[in-house]
């Protein structure tokens, strides 16, 4: 690993996520019938919202994959269960969030569905840095000596860490995870998993409030995480500074 002063300034100046990734997921109840004649009348529904090039309508699954401007994106239908996705997204979150409450609101119109039993957000991003994203992570940010590497005696292809914050004072919980990029060493891959857990009514506040869920996240991820990052690895453990996240 390289010098401490290489990490004076690990991530580069005016650098800001770039997202690859957004998905929601929503469980529910009751369960559904997935009746081929209710998928082919949801369907309709689905590409009213979007553009669908191909739908997948099995037994226990329903998939739609987004086409033109929709590209990437796709809605899965289970039994108890109904997820958003694109990747890579080829707009700004809010034209998927208009779009994944519109296929909601016609999902609990169309099923009757009662409850809302937990929600999903989840985004992942890239983030530069100045030189290796493992020398970074590493010497910057876990504090870890290359040469206690030597033991594995292998050489390091991928470097991560994973945080949880579990929802103590806030509505949501979420999972963090911060790697170094496999298909380009000088990338950052970050991603935050959030939910939000406890049934509630499926109506149309609940389902704002799950797809408001990944603005929540990318927020998180622009401020609290990317200022996480920025830390200047020379507030080490025994910094008077140093506030620390753990009780002794």
């Not at 609990?108 to 929600?119: D, I, K, P, R, V």
């Not at 010497?139 to 470097?159: E, F, T, V, W, Y």
Request: glycine share 8%; charged share 20%; proline share 4%.
């Amino acid at each position: 690993m390289s010098s401490e002063g290489e990490q004076d300034d690990p991530i580069k100046a005016g650098s800001e996520i770039a997202f690859v990734g957004y998905y929601l997921s929503v469980d529910f109840y009751p369960q559904i019938k997935m009746q081929r004649t209710s998928a082919i009348d949801f369907a309709r529904d689905v590409q009213s919202a979007m553009e669908v090039e191909g739908a997948a309508l099995e037994s226990n699954q329903w998939k739609f994959n987004g086409a033109g401007v929709c590209d990437g994106m796709s809605v899965v239908v289970e039994r108890r269960s109904i997820s958003f996705g694109v990747s890579p997204p080829g707009n700004n979150l809010e034209f998927y969030d208009h779009r994944f409450e519109s296929i909601l609101n016609a999902f609990q119109q169309a099923f009757s569905l009662e409850a809302m039993l937990n929600s999903n957000a989840m985004a992942q991003g890239l983030v530069p840095v100045s030189g290796d994203a493992r020398v970074f992570l590493g010497a910057g940010i876990m504090l870890m000596h290359p040469q206690k590497l030597a033991a594995i005696d292998r050489s390091l292809h991928i470097l991560g860490v994973r945080l949880y914050f579990p929802p103590d004072d806030v509505e949501w919980g979420v999972d963090v995870k911060v790697e170094s990029w496999a298909e380009d060493t000088s990338m950052l891959f970050i991603e935050a998993d959030a939910d939000w857990r406890g049934a509630r009514p499926f109506d149309g506040e609940s389902i704002v409030k799950a797809v408001n869920g990944l603005s929540t996240v990318k927020d998180f991820m622009n401020t609290r995480l990317l200022a996480f990052l920025h830390q200047s690895p020379a507030l080490g453990l025994d910094d008077e500074n140093n506030q620390g996240g753990h009780n002794e």
